[in-house]
């Protein structure tokens, strides 16, 4: 497996900051398309331009991550057609994927990443944590009452379920024709009983049972996650008891395309975001199983904390590569003896 990074990229000063702190492999981003010209979707060159971009300086283009189906909240997304279900546009936005899977194929980029979200990435505030930092913290007893629906209206689990059906039965086919790996992120995080402005997050139900779900329905080795360890351990009521024995289940699939690694203290429904090194889910532990699984493909740091002193979160981004090639090392020397 490979130290990775999902960080944007325009410079060539960028990737060689990321090669420094032991960055090997990049979660990349070709050009958005030029939607007000007409066109959803890369072509084949502006996706080998990217691969090119990063070989040229030292980092190989292992995934791409779509212009569409992003973690943005539904209200504020711009082509939100494909999670509200609405014919034909839907229709139109998922031949664009098909086209760029395609474009993929050809330019020698064997994955693309995306996300099946509704309601973006929910947090209700921060609190204080090591050396001033800012550490981002979710408790379902403070999210506000009586929030409206979002342009989404009510979408009960069998509602999303279909949606993300619909979507799967009509891309992984073509996935699995150009050989291109899809891997979807959880939603993150699970939402309380009942859901959340009408929404329920179906994909991160306690016990990580709906990511099996997800997985069964479609058979295609191409068709898989992009496996977020904060986000698995966020949808469980004990993730320091339960999330192990899942990371292993999960990745004896051979269908984890990517992996972020990050770290909470808490549970679900009560949890905050903390630096890698302090939380509650043994992160070699975590990296041991993957090797010994045979995971081969990157692993990232996601979500740090923020502090004033840190703009952009370089500072912590150093730390996050530096500690996850540490990982990788000590978990490496002890499976060779």
């Known amino acids: 497996m490979y130290v990775g990074t999902q960080r944007r990229a325009s410079t060539p000063a960028v990737l060689r900051e990321f090669t420094r702190h032991g960055v090997t ?19 084949p060159s502006e996706v080998e ?10 980092v190989t283009l292992d995934m791409v991550a779509l212009p569409m189906l992003t973690s943005s909240h539904i209200d504020r997304d711009p082509r939100p057609a494909i999670m509200l279900a609405k014919s ?15 474009a993929c194929a050809i330019a020698g980029v064997p994955a693309f990443k995306y996300n099946m979200s509704l309601l973006g990435v929910l947090r209700t505030g921060e609190v204080p944590g ?7 913290q979710f408790r379902a007893a403070d ?6 629906l979002t342009r989404a209206g009510v979408v009960d689990a069998d509602a999303f379920w279909e949606r993300i059906d619909y979507f799967i039965q009509r ?4 996935a699995h024709h150009f050989k291109v790996r899809a891997a ?6 699970g939402t309380p009983p009942g859901g959340y402005r009408g929404i329920t997050n179906v994909l991160s139900v306690p016990g990580g049972k709906g990511l099996f779900t997800f997985l069964s329905l479609h058979k295609s080795p191409y068709h898989g996650l992009n496996l977020c360890v904060g986000t698995l351990a966020e949808m469980l009521w004990n993730p320091q008891r339960e999330i192990y024995d899942i990371v292993r289940r999960l990745a004896r699939t051979k269908r984890l395309f990517n992996i972020h690694l990050r770290n909470i203290k808490g549970r679900r429904d009560d949890f905050m975001e903390v630096w890698p090194d302090e939380g509650d889910i043994d992160h070699a532990r975590v990296i041991r199983i993957l090797a010994e ?32 090639r540490a990982l990788m090392q000590a978990v490496e020397s002890t499976l060779d003896r």
């Not at 979807?184 to 995080?189: A, G």
């Open 130 to 136: 090591r050396g001033g930092s800012l550490y981002g």
């Open 184 to 189: 979807c992120h959880p939603q993150d995080p």
């Open 88 to 102: 034909p546009e839907r229709d139109k936005d998922i031949d664009d994927i098909h086209r760029m899977i395609e």
């Open 171 to 174: 891309v992984i086919p073509v």
């Open 25 to 43: 492999h990049w979660v990349g981003y070709p050009p958005a398309p030029p939607l007000a010209e007409g066109r959803g979707y890369w072509l």
């Open 49 to 58: 331009q990217t691969r090119e971009f990063a070989e040229q300086n030292g």
């Open 143 to 148: 999210l506000p009452k009586n929030e409206p």
């Open 293 to 324: 699984e045979g995971y081969a493909y990157n692993v990232d740091p996601d979500h740090v904390p923020d502090h004033p002193d840190d703009p952009g979160g370089k500072q912590a981004y150093a730390h996050g590569y530096g500690y996850l």
